[in-house]
């Protein structure tokens, strides 16, 4: 399986998709909280036990943020995230 990133720690344009303060404080925990659960930044990705905390972290964390901003604004924020990503292309 190949690790993905987290939708909380993709780039968006929190203005445009109305993303209150508060809740880019908790996208930015998430965030933070995500890092913490891989063991940091500095880590071999060649390490397995890495690759398995990344995509634990990373379920976790979609999990975690869509249970905080409900589905319909996940969904806004995952299709912001594609467009983001085709833009910079």
Known sequence: ???TWPLAL?????????VPAPMQAAI???QDQFVKEVG???QNPADAAYGQRW????QRADDLL???IGWEAF????LAT????GAAK
């Open 55 to 58: 995509l634990n972290a990373t």
């Open 82 to 85: 594609m467009h983001a990503s």
């Open 1 to 3: 399986m190949t690790p």
């Open 75 to 78: 969904n806004a924020y995952s």
């Open 10 to 18: 993709k780039a968006v344009d929190f203005e445009t998709l109305g």
């Open 40 to 42: 940091g930044l500095n």
């Open 28 to 30: 930015q925990k998430l």
């Open 66 to 68: 869509r249970a905080q």
